[in-house]
C-alpha cells in the first residue's frame, strides 16, 4: 500500500484532510449558515420547480437564464458577464489552475479564508500571508512592498473579510489594486456582501485587474453551492476554458433561479440577520471578561479576555452547553483566544448568549 499511496504527491500526503466537525444535537454556530429556510409555500413551489427539472439532460453549459438573473439581481454593471461555480471555492480553484504558471504566487492578508491558501498549494503555487494590523485593517505598506517585490500574479481581499468580519478601508484596498496594475489579478471575494451594506461593484469597470467574487452559501442556500464571478470579459473568457462544462448541475441551476425570483424573501432574512448582529454585539458589549469586534458580515469574533480562561476553555464548555462555535484561537497569532460565532435567530443567539454566560462564569 505505501508504494501504491506513493503516488500521490508528497504535499497532499501531508496535509490534513478539512476537519468538519460534528453538529448534531447541538446549536450550530461555526459555519456561517443563514438559520431560515424558505417558508413552507415557498418550499412547496420550489419542489413542484424541481420535479418538473429534466434530470435525464446535462445542463446547458452557456447557463444563460441564470446567468441573466444573477446579472439582473447583482446589477452588474453593462458590458460585464459572469461565469459559475459549484460554490466559490470551485470559483478560486479555477483562477488559482488558470494562472498556476511555474514560480506564480498568490497574496493575501492572514488571518483569512483558508481556501485561499489550500487552493494556491494544490494548483502549485507559493503562498504569501501578510499579517493584518492587531485592529484588523490591512497593513498597506506591508502589503505594497510584497506586491513590488514579489509580483503576485492573484491577491485576495475578502470584503468583509473572514474570520475577522471588518471591511477593509476601500483607499487602502484601491493602492493595492493600483499597485499590483496588469502584473496580476485581484480578486475582490464578497461572500458576505448581503450583510456589508457596501460592495467593491461599482469600482469594478474602473480596475480591469479585478475579479468580483460572490457566492449564495450565506444567503441561506450553502447547501447547493453556488458562487459566481464577475470580471472583464476577456479574462472570464480564460478562466472559462478552466471551468468543468457542466460544474453547476440542473437542481442548483433552477434551486437558484426560483429563488432569485422570490429575492424580497431572503433579502428580508439578511436583513434580520443585520438586526440580530447588533442585538448581540449589544450584549456582548456587555460582557467585560469579553472583547468583541464590529462585524459587516453574518458572524461575529470575540476573545476571551478573563485572566486563566482561554477561549478554547469557554468554546468547550459553549459545547458542554450544546452550543457549536468556531475555535479560531490556534489559525493566527492575531487571534488568540478569540471564538467566531455565527448570527442566527433571535432564539438561537439567546440560547448562545446563557451558554455564553455560563461559561464565563464557572
Ligand atoms: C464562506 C466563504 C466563501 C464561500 O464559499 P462557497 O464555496 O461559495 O460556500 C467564500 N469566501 C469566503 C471569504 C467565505 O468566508
Do not use: W
Not at 195 to 216: D, E, I, K, W, Y
Not at 258 to 282: G, N, T, Y
Not at 352 to 360: G, K, V, Y
Request: glycine share 6%; hydrophobic share 45%; proline share 7%.
Amino acid at each position: 500500500m505505501s508504494r501504491l499511496l506513493s503516488i500521490v504527491r508528497d504535499d497532499v500526503r501531508a496535509l490534513a484532510a478539512y476537519h468538519v466537525p460534528d453538529a448534531s444535537g447541538l446549536v450550530k454556530l461555526d459555519a456561517m449558515e443563514n438559520p431560515y429556510q424558505l417558508p413552507p409555500e415557498l418550499q412547496r413551489q420550489l419542489g413542484e420547480r424541481l420535479g418538473a427539472v429534466a434530470l435525464n439532460r446535462y445542463p446547458v453549459p452557456s447557463y444563460a437564464g441564470l446567468k441573466a438573473a444573477i446579472r439582473h439581481h447583482m446589477a452588474i454593471p453593462a458590458g460585464f458577464d459572469v461565469i459559475l461555480g459549484n460554490g466559490s471555492d470551485e470559483l478560486i480553484a479555477i483562477v488559482s489552475t488558470a494562472c498556476a504558471k511555474p514560480g506564480a504566487k498568490v497574496l493575501a492578508p492572514v488571518p483569512g479564508f483558508v481556501m485561499y491558501a489550500m487552493s494556491a498549494q494544490l494548483a502549485g503555487m507559493d503562498y504569501i500571508g501578510v499579517p493584518l494590523r492587531a485592529d484588523f485593517s490591512l497593513d498597506r505598506e506591508a502589503m505594497l512592498a510584497v506586491i513590488r517585490a514579489q509580483r503576485p500574479a492573484i491577491t485576495y481581499l475578502a470584503y468583509p473579510n473572514n474570520p475577522t468580519g471588518n471591511l477593509f478601508d476601500l483607499d487602502d484596498m484601491l493602492a493595492i489594486i493600483r499597485e499590483v496594475g496588469d502584473t496580476g489579478l485581484v480578486i475582490v471575494d464578497e461572500a458576505y456582501q448581503p450583510f456589508a451594506g457596501t460592495s467593491f461593484l461599482p469600482q469594478l469597470p474602473h480596475h480591469p485587474n479585478v475579479v468580483l467574487m460572490r457566492t449564495v452559501s450565506k444567503l441561506g442556500l450553502a447547501g447547493i453551492r453556488l458562487g459566481y464571478m464577475s470580471a472583464s470579459n476577456e479574462l472570464l473568457a480564460e478562466f472559462d476554458k478552466v471551468r468543468p462544462p457542466y460544474n453547476v448541475n440542473v437542481l442548483t441551476e433552477a434551486a437558484v433561479e426560483f429563488v432569485l425570483e422570490h429575492a424580497s424573501v431572503i433579502d428580508a432574512q439578511a436583513e434580520a440577520i443585520c438586526a440580530e448582529r447588533s442585538q448581540l454585539l449589544q450584549s456582548l458589549a456587555e460582557l467585560p471578561e469579553v472583547e468583541c469586534f464590529p462585524s459587516a458580515a453574518n458572524f461575529v469574533l470575540l476573545r476571551i479576555q478573563r485572566p486563566g480562561l482561554t477561549g478554547t476553555d469557554v468554546f468547550q464548555r459553549l459545547l458542554q452547553h450544546r452550543v457549536l462555535v468556531k475555535n479560531v484561537g490556534k489559525m493566527h497569532t492575531l487571534l488568540e483566544d478569540c471564538l467566531r460565532v455565527t448570527v442566527s435567530t433571535p432564539q438561537e443567539n439567546a440560547v448562545f448568549m446563557s451558554a455564553l454566560h455560563s461559561s464565563l462564569m464557572s
